[in-house]
């Protein structure tokens, strides 16, 4: 089996851009590779983070991604912070990244804009990134377009190190999946939903009510005219609005055209937002089910235990071929 690692910052609410483009991939994956899904909590803090909001987010993601459908007998899912190899690896990456890389991150340089003073920890992202990723030789890697870069750069270290070194560490792949979707925000289709973002009406949280769901779908804008129809270069709002009830309802784009022609966006916005708490609803019950019983804990500990076996290995062979003098 190939190796799959991934990861979810649990900084705000997850959305559901994170459900349809990331975890619903996470789920299938699992059938086909070995998984390693992780909270990437050491990378949070990269922001400053209220401590007991990250202890509370950081359970809250990790529980979604069980009660999305991803299975700890068949994945391991575990917080990032629990494996201290992450932390050790990413700094010996530090010392083979080069200025010049990172300060051409635009994540960095996006992040960093217009603000007084920039955390080195941001800087320095990209390598904690990449011993996330060589850590456990993983030969696939879920990426979105802002993390490509990412990539890119642990791709060259991994072949630095390999050089330099010796050869230990796999060239990991990115893998796009055939069948996805780009969610966008519901104020601005040219901008991809984010929890992130400021606006609370911006995206559909996971946790979001029933009532708050249709709420925002009511007032999601749309483009000039009534018709509903797939075109994302001249209606972008009303083709990201299908694209989710797509997803949401099992059905094709050519299918939504065809039950509203002529019937304008009340019926179909109205309808979409039933569709996505249709589809939420087992999730959120899961996930309170999860919460209330505590099962995270002891899946969280058990997905460490799995995964560290592998992480301590590929540090101890790092630390070797470096030069290291290793306790006996």
């Excluded at 959305?15 to 909590?41: S, W």
């Excluded at 010049?100 to 992202?125: N, P």
Aim: glycine share 6%; proline share 5%; hydrophobic share 40%.
């Amino acid at each position: 089996m190939k190796r799959v690692l991934s990861g979810i910052q649990p900084s705000g609410q997850l959305t559901l851009g994170n459900y349809i483009g990331a975890i619903q991939n996470f789920v299938k994956l699992q059938e086909t590779h070995e998984c390693f899904f992780m909270v990437v909590d050491l990378h949070a803090i990269t922001v400053p983070q209220e401590p007991a909001a990250l202890r509370e987010q950081t359970e809250s993601v990790a529980a979604l991604f069980i009660a999305a459908g991803i299975d700890p007998a068949k994945a391991s899912v575990f917080a990032q912070s629990h494996v201290s190899a992450h932390a050790e690896l990413g700094w010996l990456f530090t010392t083979l990244a080069y200025m010049g890389e990172l300060e051409r991150m635009t994540q960095f340089k996006d992040k960093s804009t217009g603000k007084d003073s920039v955390g080195a920890g941001l800087f320095v992202y990209p390598t904690l990134m990449a011993a996330d990723i060589l850590l456990y030789n993983a030969d696939l890697v879920p990426v979105g377009d802002d993390q490509k870069q990412h990539l890119e750069l642990t791709r060259d270290l991994a072949q630095r190190f390999n050089q330099r070194f010796g050869d230990l560490f796999t060239i990991p792949e990115p893998y796009i999946p055939k069948v996805g979707a780009r969610i966008m925000s519901l104020d601005d289709a040219s901008k991809k939903m984010s929890k992130s973002n400021p606006n609370p009406a911006s995206y559909i949280a996971l946790l979001d009510p029933p009532d708050v769901i249709r709420k925002k779908l009511s007032r999601a804008t749309t483009d000039s005219g009534r018709d509903v129809i797939y075109n994302p270069a001249e209606k972008p709002e009303v083709s990201n609005l299908m694209s989710i009830y797509a997803h949401c309802a099992d059905m094709t784009l050519e299918e939504i055209q065809a039950k509203y022609e002529g019937q304008g966006y009340g019926a179909f916005k109205k309808d979409l937002a039933e569709a996505v708490v249709s589809k939420l609803e087992p999730l959120q019950k899961r996930y309170a089910e999860i919460r209330s019983s505590g099962e995270i804990h002891d899946i969280l500990k058990q997905g460490a235990e799995n995964v560290s076996t592998v992480a301590n290995q590929i540090l101890r062979s790092a630390k070797e071929k470096m030069g290291f003098l290793l306790p006996r």
